[in-house]
């Protein structure tokens, strides 16, 4: 059964950095994806960015694109998402997400991903 477990968040102040950690086990071979998410206080969650282990394939949302980056350390079995210049916009749970896929796969979407973890925090104060 895979597993992922998310850490690194924390309070930052705007236009600082945060770099999020996402350690991902149980999968039986390479053809699987890593996606962020994140949902701030009454809304919807919504998919950040994605990293297919696959093929190294990558995605981002538009409202993070060129301040987001998401990548693989296979020293450590991690997927991480170094976050910069952040805005209050960006506050709230960050949940890291896994499922199996084809080699040109990677996703956004909540509804696709069966294995979540808990979720970190990220404030970043006005």
């Known amino acids: 059964q895979p597993q992922v477990v998310e850490s690194g968040g924390g309070l930052v102040k705007p236009g600082g950095s945060l770099r999020l950690s996402c350690a991902v086990s149980g999968f039986p071979n390479k053809y699987y994806a890593v996606a962020w998410f994140r949902q701030a206080p009454g809304t919807q969650r919504e998919g950040v960015s994605c990293?297919?282990?696959?093929?190294?394939?990558?995605t981002y949302s538009d409202s993070v694109k060129g301040r987001f980056t998401v990548s693989s350390d296979n020293g450590k079995n991690t997927v991480d998402l170094q976050i910069n210049d952040l805005k209050p916009d960006d506050a709230g749970v960050y949940f890291c997400?896994?499922?199996?896929?084809?080699?040109?796969?990677?996703?956004?979407?909540?509804?696709?991903?069966?294995?979540w973890g808990q979720g970190t925090q990220v404030t970043v104060p006005p």
């Open positions: 997400a896994a499922r199996y896929s084809g080699a040109d796969t990677c996703g956004t979407s909540p509804y696709e991903y069966h294995y």
């Open positions: 990293l297919s282990k696959s093929n190294g394939w990558t």
